[in-house]
């Protein structure tokens, strides 16, 4: 399940004197989009897959408030998204094409990234929750020094990369499973910015970049820089090779094929999670077709990894590995998993983490060439605490607050948003009190269909057949105490929300929040 930004904060002061009296005491909030900082107007400007934007200040004034508006000015404006949409544009080679331009330019080639020891990670669902898994496994090797060939006792650097982000972007970014602070984020951001900003710029051997492809000239312009989330992944590889990173892990934006992440010519393994139905304007309305996309980022040479699939995006995902000369392992799920503290005890987490493991035991023989696990015997110490212990917000998350118990997860399809149902009415068996809905969506009308399963869900899971008593919709925004309202979610979309509620739940929830 996805992670994303959580556009408000409750707590038990902040209910009217009404929700108080009733004592509210489980809330199940559901965001499925990240919220991103609103753009400053100067520095709105249309866009494609690349942008010249407003300079920001130069020389030692540059701040981390400096760089997070200069990255804001990377974000594609909505309107200009769904142009792009309606005209059926979509990622495609020239894509990664870019990226390599851009890769060439602040100083690296493909080759470098090996330096990195990738371990990437594609899928619909729990792709993020399986490089959380990776790196928490692999930051208990490397506290204890080991997994590396140089020296018993060295402590080697993780990286870790995902996206979106809840609080700050540079969660991201992570080493040692921590975000990167805010100076450091700032100095590689500019860096990045700087050697971007250059007029054309040189590649390996001095040689000028001006990459072509078609014939329809430079990928690339010199001066521009890539959109939003392509200069994050752009500069975390810049970040984790000057810090001198032993091995990484990535997760991949959205698809695979195209994404920006596949510049990645040999990482240490691959792996592909759950595959669903999502992002169907980029990758297309099939599980056939999405499979497509997320079998990209099998490389000839590096061992890949799957979880049990649908039939038919199986099918597909064998192919490809066939295609690409790949051999292509199914997990089923680790029998030494019996007697592991898994949260949420469910088979989708289980998968999630059954392909962790794979992915870490692959990634610690590339350190160390000793390195082996026994099939047959108990997972390794390092092993279980990695799994037990990992920290992973808003992943089917709960905060108990004042007598109010807070469940968290960020789900952003059907199939997710039914898990995440049924972990919460799993949460609340044998617990008292109404049951509350915080919704919030990317503002798309067909989002409405999200709500179906998910009130079904937990109606059926209700003792007393209830379901939610109380739904508040939010909207794309954060709210500071001033009171910003911008960009609201339009009032038709909330009626079509109510009103599908109204539908669902018999008698009527409590719709709040408009």
């Given at each position: 399940?996805?992670?994303?930004?959580?556009?408000?904060?409750?707590?038990?002061?902040?209910?009217?004197?009404?929700?108080?009296?009733?004592?509210?005491?489980?809330?199940?909030?559901?965001?499925?989009?990240?919220?991103?900082?609103?753009?400053?107007?100067?520095?709105?400007?249309?866009?494609?897959?690349?942008?010249?934007?407003?300079?920001?200040?130069?020389?030692?004034?540059?701040?981390?408030?400096?760089?997070?508006?200069?990255?804001?000015?990377?974000?594609?404006?909505?309107?200009?998204?769904?142009?792009?949409?309606?005209?059926?544009?979509?990622?495609?080679?020239?894509?990664?094409?870019?990226?390599?331009?851009?890769?060439?330019?602040?100083?690296?080639?493909?080759?470098?990234?090996?330096?990195?020891?990738?371990?990437?990670?594609?899928?619909?669902?729990?792709?993020?929750?399986?490089?959380?898994?990776?790196?928490?496994?692999?930051?208990?090797?490397?506290?204890?020094?080991?997994?590396?060939?140089?020296?018993?006792?060295?402590?080697?650097?993780?990286?870790?990369?995902?996206?979106?982000?809840?609080?700050?972007?540079?969660?991201?970014?992570?080493?040692?499973?921590?975000?990167?602070?805010?100076?450091?984020?700032?100095?590689?951001?500019?860096?990045?910015?700087?050697?971007?900003?250059?007029?054309?710029?040189?590649?390996?051997?001095?040689?000028?970049?001006?990459?072509?492809?078609?014939?329809?000239?430079?990928?690339?312009?010199?001066?521009?820089?890539?959109?939003?989330?392509r200069y994050l992944t752009l500069m975390s590889y810049h970040v984790f090779l000057s810090e001198g990173v032993d091995v990484?892990?990535?997760?991949?934006?959205?698809?695979?094929?195209?994404?920006?992440?596949?510049?990645?010519?040999?990482?240490?393994?691959?792996?592909?999670?759950?595959?669903?139905?999502?992002?169907?304007?980029?990758?297309?309305?099939?599980?056939?077709?999405?499979?497509?996309?997320?079998?990209?980022?099998?490389?000839?040479?590096?061992?890949?990894?799957?979880?049990?699939?649908?039939?038919?995006?199986?099918?597909?995902?064998?192919?490809?590995?066939?295609?690409?000369?790949?051999?292509?392992?199914?997990?089923?799920?680790?029998?030494?998993?019996?007697?592991?503290?898994?949260?949420?005890?469910?088979?989708?987490?289980?998968?999630?983490?059954?392909?962790?493991?794979?992915?870490?035991?692959?990634?610690?023989?590339?350190?160390?060439?000793?390195?082996?696990?026994?099939?047959?015997?108990?997972?390794?110490?390092?092993?279980?605490?990695?799994?037990?212990?990992?920290?992973?917000?808003?992943?089917?998350?709960?905060?108990?607050?004042?007598?109010?118990?807070?469940?968290?997860?960020?789900?952003?399809?059907?199939?997710?948003?039914?898990?995440?149902?049924?972990?919460?009415?799993?949460?609340?068996?044998?617990?008292?009190?109404?049951?509350?809905?915080?919704?919030?969506?990317?503002?798309?009308?067909?989002?409405?269909?999200?709500?179906?399963?998910?009130?079904?869900?937990?109606?059926?899971?209700?003792?007393?057949?209830?379901?939610?008593?109380?739904?508040?919709?939010?909207?794309?925004?954060?709210?500071?105490?001033?009171?910003?309202?911008?960009?609201?979610?339009p009032l038709s979309n909330k009626r079509i929300f109510t009103n599908r509620l109204h539908r669902l739940c018999k008698p009527?929830?409590?719709?709040?929040?408009?």
């Open positions: 399940m996805r992670h994303a930004s959580f556009p408000i904060r409750l707590s038990l002061r902040s209910l009217t004197p009404s929700q108080k009296h009733h004592n509210l005491p489980h809330y199940l909030i559901l965001t499925t989009h990240l919220t991103l900082t609103p753009l400053k107007p100067n520095l709105i400007t249309a866009r494609t897959m690349a942008t010249t934007t407003t300079t920001p200040p130069t020389g030692g004034a540059r701040t981390y408030n400096d760089a997070i508006d200069a990255l804001n000015s990377l974000q594609t404006p909505f309107a200009i998204i769904e142009a792009r949409r309606k005209a059926g544009i979509r990622p495609d080679a020239t894509s990664l094409s870019e990226m390599r331009t851009y890769l060439a330019r602040i100083g690296y080639s493909p080759a470098d990234l090996d330096r990195l020891n990738i371990v990437h990670v594609a899928g619909t669902k729990g792709k993020g929750s399986t490089c959380a898994f990776v790196d928490s496994i692999l930051a208990r090797y490397s506290a204890a020094g080991k997994g590396g060939q140089e020296g018993k006792g060295k402590k080697r650097k993780v990286g870790l990369f995902t996206s979106p982000h809840l609080i700050a972007v540079r969660e991201r970014i992570r080493i040692g499973s921590r975000p990167i602070g805010e100076e450091v984020f700032a100095r590689y951001f500019f860096e990045v910015w700087d050697r971007l900003e250059a007029k054309g710029g040189e590649g390996e051997g001095g040689a000028a970049v001006g990459v072509e492809v078609g014939g329809r000239g430079e990928v690339a312009a010199p001066g521009t820089k890539p959109i939003y989330a990484a892990v990535y997760e991949t934006g959205i698809g695979g094929e195209y994404d920006a992440t596949n510049v990645v010519e040999r990482p240490v393994a691959s792996g592909i999670s759950t595959l669903g139905i999502d992002h169907v304007y980029v990758l297309g309305q099939t599980v056939e077709k999405i499979a497509w996309h997320k079998g990209g980022i099998m490389k000839k040479g590096s061992p890949a990894f799957t979880v049990e699939q649908v039939p038919a995006a199986a099918e597909v995902l064998l192919e490809r590995a066939e295609e690409k000369g790949v051999e292509l392992r199914v997990l089923g799920v680790d029998e030494r998993l019996k007697g592991i503290n898994i949260r949420p005890d469910a088979l989708f987490q289980k998968k999630n983490v059954t392909l962790a493991i794979a992915l870490a035991e692959t990634a610690l023989k590339k350190l160390d060439s000793g390195f082996e696990l026994d099939p047959k015997a108990p997972l390794p110490k390092e092993f279980v605490e990695g799994l037990e212990q990992v920290v992973w917000r808003g992943r089917c998350e709960v905060k108990e607050e004042e007598g109010i118990s807070w469940h968290v997860d960020g789900a952003h399809t059907v199939d997710s948003l039914k898990m995440a149902a049924r972990w919460f009415v799993g949460e609340c068996v044998d617990k008292k009190g109404p049951k509350v809905l915080i919704f919030n969506q990317q503002g798309r009308t067909e989002a409405v269909d999200f709500l179906d399963g998910l009130c079904h869900t937990v109606k059926k899971g209700d003792p007393a057949g209830k379901g939610f008593e109380h739904v508040i919709f939010c909207t794309n925004v954060t709210y500071a105490e001033t009171g910003y309202k911008r960009g609201m979610l009527p929830v409590q719709p709040q929040g408009y």
